[in-house]
């Protein structure tokens, strides 16, 4: 037998997926399931912009668009982290439209990464943040962002991680799956230590516009980091887009040229109606004014979760207030049980679906992931369920 590209040796199957697999075939047994393992928006995209995709197919957009994205669509992203970031990015050069946050990612690390450069993650971090590193044959080195420093990892962690082959520093915040993000102070402290090893930074902000404490800085936003910042986004979690495959990288104009290509070669280009449809999302203030209302409601989510978890007073599920995102990522390490079988044994026992905390690094042990992008019934039923499933014990 022919043999296989062997970097997928090194990559674990989706730990997600897994217990998706498991969940749906529960589900069609007739068992009630609490969905809580997405990572995807319970509000449905906005009709208007619906409507703004159905009018560019009938305008004729439905053949190959420009491969950069459209103009106006690349102003509207510029417009954007203008408004939201205080960045400017120049939209003829800068920017480039991608199939989602994924792949502007996959075009970002495309671009500056070569075979056996060694790239920094946070542990725990997204699972594709190490994946496509390592399928873009980089050598992936783990920072331990432990929950004791709020999920953050400690200053001289990054120190004892770099080697004369790191090239790239990968940052998440607010994070999947903590919902963590760091002060301006510590973001100045990772930009000067990438200044001084001139190690490129690329920052995953797809959760940026959901946060409950004070706004998050962009990795990009602290002086002279521009430079050296990849900033990786779309639309999915802010306007309830997942489905539509749309996202932006921002960087250095070589940059972008490089992952020009990259995407040129991997996609051609995002769907033009989708492109419409997203310049529409970006630039209507009043899908701006739900986009905010959805922040609330997840906020009211939040608060609904640290007041049971108040009321149940349960030693064997901490919780961490989440500062972004809309992950809670709860600590059971009390129970002294894998992440694993504990989320089996909830699905099974309890009826509530969820992600190991594994999934997303060794940190992560002993935790599970659970969203509050469901409903307040399920958020609610959900968390009660696995208390009561923990103190059984
Ligand atoms: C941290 C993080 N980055 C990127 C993505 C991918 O976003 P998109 O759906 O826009 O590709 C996800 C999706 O879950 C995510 O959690």
Redesign the pocket.
């Known amino acids: 037998m022919q043999s296989i590209n062997i970097q997928f040796d090194l990559i674990r199957q989706s730990a997600t997926v897994a217990m998706a697999d498991k969940i749906l075939a529960l589900k069609a047994g007739g068992h009630n399931i609490v969905g809580l393992q997405v990572?995807d928006p319970d509000f449905g995209t906005h009709p208007a912009i619906m409507d703004a995709a159905l009018k560019a197919m009938q305008d004729g957009l439905t053949h190959y668009g420009p491969s950069r994205g459209y103009p106006d669509l690349r102003t509207a992203i510029a417009n954007k982290l203008t408004r939201d970031e205080g960045l400017s990015y120049d939209p003829a050069t800068e920017i480039l439209v991608t199939h989602?946050?994924?792949?502007a990612?996959y075009t970002a690390m495309q671009s500056i990464l070569n075979p056996g450069d060694d790239v920094l993650i946070p542990d725990p971090s997204?699972a594709?943040h190490s994946n496509m590193a390592i399928m873009l044959r980089g050598n992936v080195i783990r920072v331990p962002a432990p929950a004791d420093n709020g999920f953050i990892p400690q200053f001289d962690s990054w120190l004892k991680a770099w080697t004369p082959q790191t090239k790239v520093i990968v940052l998440?915040y607010p994070s999947?799956p903590t919902g963590a993000y760091p002060s301006h102070d510590y973001l100045q402290h990772v930009q000067d230590f990438a200044k001084e090893h001139n190690l490129w930074i690329v920052s995953?902000e797809?959760?940026g516009s959901l946060y409950y404490e004070q706004r998050p800085t962009s990795a990009a936003a602290i002086d002279g980091a521009k430079e050296r910042t990849l900033i990786?986004n779309?639309l999915?979690?802010s306007y309830a887009m997942?489905g539509w495959?749309v996202?932006f990288l921002a960087a250095p104009a070589h940059v972008i040229e490089a992952a020009l290509k990259a995407g040129q070669n991997s996609i051609t280009c995002v769907a033009p109606f989708i492109q419409k449809a997203a310049a529409f999302a970006l630039t209507d203030p009043a899908i701006q004014e739900v986009t905010a209302n959805m922040r609330a409601t997840y906020a009211k989510r939040r608060e609904l979760v640290l007041r049971l978890s108040h009321e149940l007073e349960s030693e064997k599920v901490k919780v961490i207030p989440p500062q972004g995102a809309f992950y809670f990522f709860l600590d059971l390490r009390a129970l002294k049980m894998s992440s694993i079988e504990m989320c089996e044994r909830i699905l099974e026992d309890a009826g509530v679906g969820l992600v190991p905390g594994s999934a997303f690094g060794e940190q992560g042990e002993g935790f599970i992931r659970m969203t509050i992008a469901a409903s307040d019934e399920e958020v609610e039923a959900g968390f009660r369920k696995i208390v009561e499933w923990a103190e059984r014990q």
């Open positions: 990572g989602g946050g994924i792949h990612y997204w594709t998440n999947n995953d797809v959760y990786v779309s999915s979690k997942t495959r996202g």
